[in-house]
């Protein structure tokens, strides 16, 4: 089944720094979103990359595409303490269901 | 705006016990959805609704889940003889019609399974 997957990393960095995380997927999409998730509850809605999209930006956030290599990284710029979460991302497919992959934990240090 | 609501945030529970999990989503968006979190991992698709319509049940992992929407509003999520392993979080998550919307999701709910 489709499923957006997450290289399985930790990453620890301090403030003000660039936190970098990549996703993999396995086959064709509509679009790729990133979602957040602090202490483990709800989850919220970071951005939206259509298939057609190789790059996008929001804020802080630069996401990037490659539907070639089935590919997506989430760039935080200039992090700060309260972008400590679980970034998720998740492909759409059939019903708009989302398949999200495990996650990458962020901790920014102050 | 008021957002998705999930009641109760945390339930724990006896095995063998039934639990109601009900999700109150965003008004006027159509579509629902079910995932289930467990712990360090990512989210499982559980249902999805259309209206008061489940099309897509696949993600349900045994009989003993069911779940109904009426009022093209509140979802229930109903989770029979529970067990341990039905430990998790329980998310839901709406959105409006379109094919690139944005799926919005609620707190969840902690289910401790004892």
């Known amino acids: 089944s489709q499923q957006g997957e997450e290289d399985p990393q930790a990453l620890s960095i301090q403030e003000g720094e660039n936190a970098t995380m990549n996703c993999s997927y396995k086959t064709s999409i509509n679009n790729l979103q990133w979602y957040r998730q602090n202490s483990g509850r709800g989850l919220v809605h970071l951005i939206l990359?259509?298939?057609?999209?190789r790059e996008k930006h929001s804020g802080r956030l630069r996401v990037t595409l490659d539907t070639s290599k089935k590919s997506s990284s989430l760039l935080i710029t200039a992090s700060r303490a309260a972008d400590t979460a679980s970034y998720f991302c998740?492909?759409?497919?059939?019903?708009?269901?989302?398949?999200f992959g495990k996650g990458n934990q962020v901790v920014v240090i102050p | 705006g008021a957002g998705v609501s999930q009641s109760p945030s945390n339930k724990v529970t006896e095995k063998g016990k039934d639990v109601e999990l009900r999700c109150d989503p965003i008004?006027?968006?159509?579509?629902l959805y079910w995932y289930r979190q467990r712990l360090g991992q990512g989210l499982e698709f559980l249902i999805y609704f259309q209206g008061n319509s489940a099309p897509d049940k696949s993600g349900l992992p045994s009989d003993r889940f069911s779940a109904e929407r009426t009022g093209e509003s509140v979802s229930t999520l109903t989770i029979q003889r529970t067990q341990q392993e039905d430990s998790a979080v329980y998310l839901c998550a709406s959105r409006t019609t379109g094919s690139q919307e944005t799926q919005y999701f609620g707190p969840g709910t902690r289910l401790l399974v004892l």
């Open positions: 990359i259509r298939s057609n999209e």
């Open positions: 008004s006027g968006h159509t579509a």
């Open positions: 998740a492909t759409v497919y059939g019903n708009n269901r989302l398949a």
